[in-house]
């Protein structure tokens, strides 16, 4: 029952602070900086792995969200492998787009300071922010690695089952999110709260996937739109997923302030 009263309070935070608005602004910077993300992902693991084998668990990995979005993804990181084996991406636009990753992260981190009730420390905090944001993408490409690592090892085992690969998915996508919460800002809540908001998080992303997918299989997005529809399928996932990060960093919030209570 305190679980269901913890779910009510983020919830009815969730409205209250607007953090819709918050979802739909990294919506706008996130698509320019994943394509980058996986690729320098990609290019990491597949330095030790082979590319092939990686690009094939990346696939796997975006089955769960349907094979639209691996499509458009896919088409993407080749295209970006193209482009650096002929050497024709400027200066420019590895800078820009690694700060618009920067940005991301940012945006995403300044939502979570409004939830935490920080205050805005004007441009040297913003500097410092920037900086949490590079040490996190390391930190999310280092356990991007090692879960590519274990999948590596679980392949060397044989074929395993839809459960074993769901359960990885799961664990997987939950620690990413307790990862948000945890190091991407400063003075986050606890470790069991950061804990709790990640395993719910994960719980909801689960629901909404299957929820987005049914509705793209309904809606013919592609069809209507043809290949903007593409980017479409991509923003509808990017806000989805903002959305539940926010959500479950209001119930790390909140689960610190009844903990605090009672």
């Known amino acids: 029952m305190k679980y269901f009263l913890l779910l009510g309070k983020a919830a009815k935070a969730w409205v209250m602070q607007g953090m819709g608005h918050h979802a ?3 919506a706008y910077y996130a698509p320019f900086s994943l394509v980058p993300l996986i690729l320098l992902s990609v290019g990491i693991s597949g330095f030790f792995y082979g590319i092939p084998f990686v690009k094939n668990i990346f696939i796997g990995w975006g089955s769960f969200f ?10 993407a990181v080749q295209n970006l492998d193209i482009e650096v084996h002929t050497y024709d991406i400027p200066v420019l636009a590895v800078l820009f787009f690694c700060g618009i990753s920067i940005l991301a992260f940012n945006v995403l981190a300044l939502g979570f300071r409004q939830i935490w009730g920080l205050a805005d420390g004007g441009f040297q905090a913003w500097l410092k922010q920037s900086f949490r944001s590079i040490i996190f993408i390391i930190i999310l ?3 991007i690695f090692a879960i590519i690592t274990m999948e590596g090892f679980l392949a060397t085992l044989g074929s395993h089952s839809f459960v074993l690969t769901f359960l990885i998915w799961f664990s997987t996508i ?3 999110f307790f990862l948000f919460y945890r190091f991407l800002a400063a003075d986050s809540p606890s470790w069991r709260g950061c804990l709790i908001g ?3 998080s994960g719980i ?6 299957n929820v987005v997918t049914i509705y793209l299989a309904a809606k013919p997005v592609l069809t209507i739109f043809g290949a903007a529809g593409l980017i479409l399928v991509l923003l509808v996932w990017v806000y989805v997923l903002a959305a539940i990060i926010y959500y479950g960093a209001l119930v790390a919030e909140q ?6 209570n009672s």
């Not at 349907?66 to 088409?75: E, R, T």
């Not at 689960?255 to 605090?260: Q, V």
Request: charged share 15%; proline share 3%; net charge negative.
């Open 255 to 260: 689960y610190d302030t009844m903990a605090d």
């Open 174 to 176: 939950s620690m990413v």
């Open 24 to 26: 739909a602004a990294f």
């Open 198 to 200: 990640g395993l719910t």
């Open 204 to 209: 909801l992303f689960v629901f909404a996937k």
């Open 66 to 75: 349907g094979p639209d979005l691996v499509a458009f993804i896919d088409m």
């Open 141 to 143: 490409q280092v356990y």
